[in-house]
């Protein structure tokens, strides 16, 4: 048995400890000065592990909020102060592009860092448990009964859900027997209107079971929530609410209000978990879009979030996105909301090809790429034939970076915003703005 102490912390809010065999190691939900008694584990040949058997903590976690902070697999940074949370993962970001590539950010800390998710998923065990991963350890559940993250509305819900499978715990998937069906549990609550939806994802088949009957008739007596919705998907498949949906009461969408725009969000669409706090992006977009500009061009456009929300400021709007439901999705919410607006979404796999991109004079390009970036040939396409305004939205400002490398040799940085929507987590978004220079 060897004692270590944590030396300092990292970005993702784990701190770092100098291992007996002189190797750095990162520990999460420690904290600079805390003691550690731990001990090599032999896993594989020639690999070992460090195991901490005992933390000895020399700094006072009242910050945190939560029962369960340092086993679920959530947050990582409630025992950090919030300021010293924004310096850890802010500092690296702004620095690396100051450094690499010139560009200065304005960072924007949060204005709520408690009850801010529209979005959970939580997994359901037999126990019954429901709960979220522990970090490091797919296998085990955490039980949670209460989230500080997310809202008081969610957190109702959550033990309503929680009373109902203590009565029938038999509906619960065993992953070892392969027996019951019910897997995930997601419940969705939109900010700023009175919607919310409940979603329970089954086995696929499991419909049928004779136990569902009596389970049906228990959450439509026993759940007050105005949407409740069954979904069924593959039982090897581990994704929360996608499947063929069965809509119990209510409807399979929620109704979400932004910057005054309805969306209507189907159950198994994606949507940005903290509309309130992804704010100062859409406004700083709003802000600078150009007064006279014809095109917008809106690449990984989901279910046409950024069309929808700016559609009125051009003639033309061309989106492009790999999922045929959320084309088809953009399609018809765009021609409803702009009925005499031109437009074109289409299925694309833009990380392999950008043939379908139409170059456009007089438009603006809008992208938000998935956390890897949008690849080498998006970025390629944006240098060699990008329009004259580029708004480049990121959930990783890391791999944002290494994009705007590529092209931004045809581009002058106008300005950006680091933010963070996600408090007492590493992830970040951010926006930046560019426009292209003269020939």
């Known amino acids: ?46 690999q070992r592990s460090l195991r901490i058997k005992e933390t000895i903590r020399n700094h006072d976690w009242k910050l945190v909020k939560c029962d369960v902070f340092g086993e679920c697999g959530g947050c990582t940074g409630q025992h950090i102060s919030y300021k010293e949370q924004l310096e850890l993962k802010f500092s690296p970001i702004l ?7 010139g560009i200065s950010i304005t960072p924007i800390p949060s ?36 989230c500080s993250i997310q809202s008081s509305w969610a957190n109702e819900a959550l033990k309503d859900v929680q009373s109902v499978l203590n009565q029938k715990p038999e509906v619960i998937w065993d992953r070892r027997s392969e027996e019951g069906g019910l897997k995930y549990l997601t419940i969705r609550k939109a900010q700023n209107t009175e919607d919310g939806i409940l979603i329970f994802t089954f086995t696929d ?59 209507q969000i189907p159950f198994d669409s994606f949507f940005q978990p903290n509309p309130k706090g992804f704010l100062p992006i ?3 977009i709003k802000e600078r879009l150009p007064n ?33 439901s959320s084309i088809e999705i953009a399609s018809k919410t765009f021609l409803e909301k702009y009925p005499n607006k031109s437009f074109s979404f289409q299925i694309a796999n833009l ?26 040939l998006v970025n ?48 970040t978004e951010s926006v930046l703005f560019f426009r292209r220079k003269s020939s």
């Open 380 to 427: 390629q396409w944006i240098r060699d034939f990008g329009p004259e305004y580029v708004f480049y939205v990121s959930c990783n400002p890391y791999s944002q970076k290494e994009d705007v490398s590529i092209f931004l040799s045809k581009y002058d940085f106008v300005d950006g915003i680091l933010i963070d929507p996600y408090p007492h987590t590493p992830h």
């Open 111 to 146: 204005e709520q860092i408690y009850e801010y998710r529209s979005r959970m998923d939580f997994s359901v065990f037999p126990g019954p448990i429901i709960g979220q991963r522990q970090r490091g350890n797919f296998r085990k559940v955490v039980p949670i009964t209460n």
């Open 351 to 376: 990380f392999m090809s950008t043939e379908l991109l139409k170059q456009k004079e007089n438009a603006t390009l809008i992208l938000d790429p998935p956390r890897a970036g949008a690849g080498k």
């Open 292 to 324: 006279a500009c014809e095109n917008l061009i809106d690449l990984f456009c989901g279910n046409g979030f950024f069309s929808l929300l700016y559609g009125d400021s051009f003639q033309n709007v061309d989106g492009y996105e790999l999922t045929e």
């Open 1 to 46: 048995m060897d004692k270590v102490i944590v030396e300092s912390l990292d970005s993702d809010f784990s701190g770092i400890v100098t291992a007996p065999n002189g190797k750095k190691v990162n520990v999460f939900f420690v904290y600079p000065g805390d003691e550690l008694q731990v001990e090599y584990v032999k896993r594989r040949p020639r």
């Open 205 to 263: 088949g499991y419909e049928s079971h004779p136990s569902m009957e009596s389970f049906r008739k228990l959450c439509l007596e026993s759940l007050s929530q105005e949407s409740l919705l069954f979904c069924y998907n593959r039982p090897k498949s581990e994704v929360s609410a996608f499947g063929r949906p069965e809509v119990l009461r209510g409807k399979s969408t929620f109704t979400e209000i932004v910057l005054g725009q309805n969306f």
């Open 95 to 101: 620095n690396a592009f100051q450094k690499d590539l």
């Open 282 to 284: 859409l406004s700083f």
